[in-house]
């Protein structure tokens, strides 16, 4: 496996504001994610950040609302724009490695009044 | 759309015996299987894979697939208070049909009673 961390934990934000949610493994990786947990639900993917090239989306999720960077094979971020109180939920980066098996950062619980 | 489908329960099981949870998938091209634990306040933990039809067995954990029934199932034998956690299914792919990422059930409940 691998030793994956998240900074913040957790926070509360106001709406209209922003939040950006790192994460870093302890080593590289090519292929990292980001999941949204809403309270009492499963994960939904929201993109896959590979190191070179742009984010790929998910159905539902766009760059606009949560820009995603990936400067390095062991760091990525996540940024939760012009929050709403429906963006409320935790946020966890995972990482793959290898058969498709990930492996999940323990996750930045956001909750936006 | 990919799916995954489970049981939410609560599914409650006494102590000492087996748990027995189950996944449906409607992508019939799904090639790997994964089950992960979430306690409470807390993120999900690989537990099990599996890649082709019958069991794998892991300790007190036993994955089973079945691809013609598009069917995948988890038994926790000897089930411990420490088993009581959410288990969820998922498949890789995003639900729109990405290849990349996992797709994963609703989870289900599960209480080990004492």
């Known amino acids: 496996s691998a030793v994956i961390s998240q900074k913040p934990s957790r926070d509360i934000c106001q709406r209209g504001t922003s939040l950006t949610i790192q994460c870093q493994v302890d080593?590289?990786?090519?292929?990292m994610f980001w999941y949204r947990q809403q309270p009492g639900q499963s994960l939904t993917l929201i993109a896959t950040?590979?190191?070179?090239?742009?984010?790929?989306?998910e159905s539902g999720f766009v760059i606009d609302k949560f820009p995603i960077s990936r400067p390095n094979l062991t760091f990525s971020t996540l940024t939760v724009s012009n929050m709403s109180p429906e963006d409320s939920s935790i946020y966890l980066c995972?990482?793959?490695?290898?058969?498709?098996?990930?492996?999940f950062g323990p996750g930045t619980r956001l909750t936006v009044t | 759309q990919k799916e995954v489908e489970q049981n939410s329960g609560p599914l409650s099981v006494p102590e000492g015996a087996i748990a027995s949870l189950n996944c449906t998938y409607s992508?019939?091209?799904?090639?790997?299987f994964f089950w992960y634990r979430q306690y409470s306040g807390k993120s999900p933990e690989l537990i099990m894979s599996?890649?082709?039809?019958g069991d794998q067995e892991d300790g007190r954990f036993t994955a089973q697939l079945n691809k013609a029934s598009q069917y995948v199932s988890l038994l926790i034998r000897d089930s411990q208070p420490s088993d009581s956690a959410t288990y969820l299914c998922?498949?890789?792919?995003?639900?729109?049909?990405?290849?990349?990422?996992?797709?994963f059930g609703k989870g289900t409940h599960l209480i080990i009673q004492p």
């Open positions: 995972s990482v793959d490695l290898g058969d498709h098996e990930q492996y």
């Open positions: 080593s590289q990786v090519t292929m």
């Open positions: 950040a590979n190191q070179g090239s742009e984010a790929t989306y």
């Open positions: 992508d019939r091209g799904s090639q790997s």
């Open positions: 599996i890649y082709s039809n």
């Open positions: 998922a498949v890789p792919g995003g639900s729109g049909g990405g290849a990349d990422g996992l797709t």
